[in-house]
């Protein structure tokens, strides 16, 4: 375990007409498995095919055909508990949840209710004003997605695509604990993070990879502590859900605009009614889809087609001991071994591949040069061309070596960047590039002392107002870093002409 200091951030709170409400908030985010085939059938994944060609038998609910469950996509499930700290189950069973729906072929889904395969876990969400929300998570459990319709292609029928269907899902259920729109948004990024390092999701929210369902409801300051006292959720007040959220900036929005509806209804006398709720970004509110469904609504009952899943502990801890380095622990250690700040270590391990682009960088070197010119050269210049870090022209050894020749001497920071434009743009080795260009930068201190004694004896004017006011020597620094075209070493200048106007 990390040992990780944090101080709680204050819950959002609300001003009413009449009061204070503050804001309590739990996410339901569904994520889709990384795996080539579907839960129950050896289907194709892959998102982009034509529209119900990787849709097996058994997705397609034909007469007699039975699922058959797939341990891959049950190991990552065990994979993604793990890396949540949460408790694995060794013992677990598939449900139906019957419910009648056009892209619902079976007219179940299989789901995991009673007995998920992934039990109590927790999310550190950090914030980036030095506070941190632990968020409980209390299970994760695997389910099939259901199809898509679609309705705007004919302006008289709707089509069907079944691609989805059967597609596995982790359904992972948060605690209660949050209580700000920021924070809500924060978590789901923390969690897509941790599961990208992970490899158990991609966590790709345009393909619907990775969407959240949003629970809302508001309450009295102080309310919330009563809960906490009491697990009595009647504290918190009625909750509703906002279903399929796959945008952090929507995410946010719409438990603003909820919150601020159930505090107008309860402040006029009325009462919130729990529901599902659709979010609609243009016109700026949430709208009722349906009454929000109980268990029993579902008629769920133990799927007779699958026998409960028994998992052993040996192959629990197999797994468990070829997890990755997750994102604290990595943002620690980058702190520790490179000495970087709090932010930086953060930008960096924001991603896998920024963090294993910036250790290559950072190998043998500086690691705060190395941070500094990934984030503020590499990634400013990515993010003005909309390139990813995996299309960077740039390698991780040609950065390095760019880095070298600043340590070395060899190039100042001015012509470290023009060298960094030239590699960018035209490739090659740092290093050949500067001899080949005459880029070295002038360490030859007669030289520099000539190239000063003449900026001096050209301008007797300004070395009488120099001998007065000692801060005008920078104006003779950056004639002489002119005349030499950059390449004279900065602090011999400085050195020099100080040395210079003294006497």
């Known amino acids: 375990m990390l040992d990780l200091t944090y101080e709680t951030p204050k819950p959002k709170v609300i001003a009413g007409a009449k009061h204070d409400w503050e804001l309590v908030i739990g996410l339901e985010v569904h994520a889709q498995v990384a795996s080539n085939a579907k839960l ?297 071994d490179f000495g970087l700040s709090d932010y930086d270590a953060s930008v960096l391990t924001a991603e896998t591949a920024a963090a294993a682009f910036f250790e290559k960088v950072a190998e043998g070197r500086d690691g705060k040069l190395a941070a500094n010119w990934v984030i503020n050269e590499l990634f400013g210049r990515l993010k003005k061309d909309e390139k990813e870090i995996t299309e960077s022209p740039v390698s991780p050894d040609q950065l390095g070596g760019i880095i070298t020749l600043i340590t070395k001497g060899d190039i100042s920071g001015k012509i470290a960047k023009d060298l960094f434009e030239i590699v960018y743009t035209e490739g090659g080795d740092p290093a050949e590039i500067v001899e080949a260009r005459g880029m070295k930068q002038v360490t030859d201190t007669g030289a520099i002392e000539a190239a000063v004694d003449q900026v001096i004896a050209d301008n007797p004017a300004q070395v009488a107002k120099a001998k007065e006011n000692p801060k005008l020597a920078g104006w003779f620094v950056g004639q002489v870093m002119k005349a030499t075209g950059g390449k004279a070493n900065p602090k011999a200048v400085n050195e020099i002409v100080a040395k210079k106007l003294a006497d």
């Not at 009648?100 to 927790?122: A, C, K, R, T």
């Not at 899902?169 to 990024?189: K, Q, T």
């Open 40 to 336: 129950f059938s050896g289907a194709s994944t892959t998102f982009g095919a034509e529209p119900n060609s990787n849709v097996a038998f058994v997705d397609a609910a034909m007469p007699g055909m039975l699922p058959v469950i797939n341990e891959f996509c049950v190991a990552q499930a065990v994979r993604t508990g793990l890396g949540l700290k949460a408790d694995i189950n060794l013992w677990s069973a598939f449900d139906r949840k019957n419910y009648f729906y056009p892209d619902l072929p079976q007219g179940y889904q299989i789901s995991q209710l009673y007995h998920p395969i992934v039990g109590e876990g927790e999310v550190l969400v950090e914030l980036g004003d030095g506070t941190a929300r632990l968020v409980r998570v209390e299970r994760i459990h695997l389910e099939q997605d259901a199809g898509k319709s679609i309705h705007d292609m004919d302006p008289n029928m709707s089509f069907v695509d079944l691609n989805r269907t059967g597609v596995a899902l982790m359904e992972i259920v948060s605690r209660p604990d949050i209580r700000g729109p920021e924070e809500a948004a924060a978590y789901v990024v923390k969690l897509r993070q941790i599961m990208q390092y992970l490899g158990t999701c991609d966590g790709n929210m345009q393909n619907g990879n990775l969407r959240a369902d949003v629970n809302v409801s508001v309450c009295r300051p102080g309310d919330y502590e009563k809960y906490q006292e009491t697990q009595d959720f009647s504290h918190l007040g009625t909750r509703c859900e906002i279903k399929n959220m796959n945008s952090m900036r929507f995410i946010q929005q719409a438990i603003e605009v909820e919150a601020r509806r159930q505090i107008a209804i309860i402040e006029d006398g009325g009462e919130v009614v729990q529901e599902t709720r659709l979010y609609d970004p243009d016109k700026g509110e949430t709208r009722s889809m349906r009454s929000k469904e109980e268990a029993h609504d579902y008629r769920y009952f133990p799927c007779p087609d699958l026998l409960p899943l028994e998992i052993e502990q040996g192959w629990v801890d197999d797994i468990a001991n070829d997890l990755p380095e997750l994102p604290d622990e990595k943002k620690a250690r980058f702190i520790s």
